[in-house]
């Protein structure tokens, strides 16, 4: 950001309180250039309202929110991705000698206190759960990554990701009327990051024992990291699942949860301030959604009720998570399944306006009007890439607004779509890898069983209805799936000194191997980005991304 957006801040904001204000300011504005507008704005609104004095206690108290860690050391959550790199790699280097000029001297202990420390001071998470009583192997890796620059970048990135953006939220930058569903500074820290990443694997190249070689963006564009992937795999499984919900007699219905109004920044109807709202972020909403689910699930557990389906989680306007579950069961367990949701989603806060129209919703699938397929179809393809949807419920282009929500998503770090009940998604994926593979044959004449046949059959013509039969119904025990994921160690350390287990193929009925990836995998830069940053260099060899589709 340049110095004029600063002068235009400080116009903005002109006037307002005494000469030292606008020395106060003038100070914070040039600290974190490029919010400062947002902070101006910000700053005017509450001194039209309430005042120069209150005005500047908060604009104090997001210059504090946005130093990184207790004891500031230069480095803020606005500072550009250069001085990131720096300030990670200085830390890294100087912690690695102090550490080490501990331990030289006799004092193991002390160093590794000062270094658990260090970390804490700076907000993030030292790498150990208990790193006083590990013993010398358990804490070396843990050790290894603090003295790594890479660890440190990653945890600075991620710490500025989510308090940048909650201090978006924070001073009004986050709903209809602003940046719907995230800031537009978050979504272009997202945009820029998912360009970083896909630069990335276009320098990057695998190559097995055979000699064939991958590029590794050509690779993830046939995954499900392909947003058009993602979308119809997800429909698949949905659609699965309602054909058993018709043979089984089994009816559909629709959920919505939805947080207390304290978690939600700005109302919907008109985007003004909620002033119920006490600075929660879309990760403490998630969180309580989730507390609610545990409660609810171990309820209707304790009633021997198991139901089926998905779960989407989207945003509302502000950034606040809301909850929709299309789930199956049967139609006796209906009116005490609603009745459980019901009771947990209004526990917090039940009696406020507007809780019990608001909180919980139901819809049941009428067969008759539409597939329950192709009601929650919409709220798949809104999440992901907004594909024929048109307008979202704010009359945003979908398109448009989906890449807003997968950033909101990302920076938040909420699993947008998860599956209940069914057999395991990796199995199934496992199995469509076999199923294409020319070692296919081979695999099912040594295990020479119809069940693996079947499973194996259903999964290479995208069949979850038949997959799922197969592998026990809509809702089995985990113990008894026939098919599950076959994890092994590597037999390489990874670059921290850890074992680090890999995905090989499927587990079938608890003993027999299905081997699915059979090659060996090197990483290295395309011959023609050697020369390339230091990102790309680093991501090669050990620190290699997991090969998942290159089989």
């Not at 005490?336 to 819809?363: C, M, W």
């Amino acid at each position: 950001m340049t110095v004029f957006a600063v002068d235009q801040a400080l116009r903005i904001t002109d006037g307002f309180g005494t000469h030292e204000c606008c020395t106060f300011r003038a100070h914070i504005f040039r600290s974190h250039e490029f919010i400062c507008l947002a902070l101006a704005q910000h700053y005017r609104r509450i001194t039209l309202t309430d005042g120069h004095v209150k005005a500047n206690e908060s604009l104090r108290k997001i210059h504090e929110t946005l130093k990184l860690g207790k004891s500031f050391e230069g480095l803020l959550m606005t500072s550009p991705d250069e001085d990131v790199r720096r300030f990670a790699e200085h830390k890294a280097k100087i912690l690695k000698a102090a550490f080490f000029l501990e331990n030289k001297a006799g004092r193991y202990r002390n160093g590794l206190k000062k270094t658990i420390k260090a970390v804490e001071n700076c907000q993030l998470t030292f790498p150990h759960p208990d790193p006083l009583q590990a013993s010398h192997e358990e804490i070396m890796p843990a050790l290894a990554r603090v003295f790594c620059p890479d660890w440190w970048r990653r945890g600075i990135r991620t710490l500025q990701d989510t308090y940048l953006e909650a201090v978006h939220i924070q001073i009004g930058m986050v709903h209809k009327r602003a940046g719907i569903y995230a800031s537009n500074h978050g979504v272009n820290r997202k945009l820029a990051q998912w360009k970083r990443n896909e630069a990335v694997l276009a320098a990057l190249e695998a190559e097995n024992e055979l000699g064939e070689v991958f590029n590794l963006l050509d690779v993830a564009k046939r995954s499900v990291a392909n947003l058009v992937n993602r979308r119809n795999e997800l429909m698949t499984r949905m659609a699965g699942f309602e054909a058993i919900s018709k043979k089984q007699g089994h009816t559909g219905v629709f959920l919505t949860l939805t947080a207390p109004s304290k978690y939600h920044s700005h109302r919907t109807n008109d985007g003004q301030p909620n002033p119920a709202y006490t600075g929660s972020t879309p990760a403490d909403t998630q969180a309580y959604l989730n507390r609610q689910w545990a409660k609810i699930r171990a309820k209707l557990n304790r009633i021997g009720v198991k139901p089926y389906g998905f779960r989407v989680v989207e945003p509302h306007h502000d950034g606040c998570p809301h909850w929709h579950m299309l789930l199956f069961l049967p139609p006796e367990q209906v009116k005490d399944t609603l009745s459980i949701f019901r009771h947990y989603a209004l526990e917090v806060d039940g009696n406020e306006p507007g809780a019990q129209k608001r909180r919980f919703t139901v819809k049941h699938i009428d067969s008759n009007k539409g597939t329950a397929a192709g009601y929650i179809a919409k709220y798949i393809a809104k999440n992901i890439d907004g594909e024929n949807v048109g307008a979202d419920l704010y009359g945003h282009d979908a398109i448009e607004s989906a890449v807003r929500i997968r950033a909101w998503a990302s920076t938040w770090k909420i699993r947008q779509f998860q599956q209940i009940g069914g057999p395991s998604v990796t199995a199934w994926r496992e199995s469509r890898r076999l199923a294409h593979s020319e070692h296919a044959e081979a695999a099912l004449d040594s295990i020479d069983s119809e069940l693996l046949e079947g499973l194996i059959e259903a999964a290479d013509k995208g069949d979850w209805e038949t997959f799922t039969e197969l592998s026990g119904g809509p809702t089995p025990e985990r113990a008894s799936l026939p098919l599950r994921a076959l994890h092994v160690v590597k037999k390489s350390l990874n670059k921290y000194g850890q074992e680090a287990q890999k995905l090989i193929g499927l587990l079938f009925q608890a003993k027999s191997r299905v081997i699915t990836r059979f090659h060996e995998w090197t990483v290295r830069l395309v011959a023609e980005f050697e020369s390339c940053g230091a990102e790309a260099r680093a991501i090669g060899g050990a620190n290699a991304p997991p090969l998942e589709f290159c089989q």
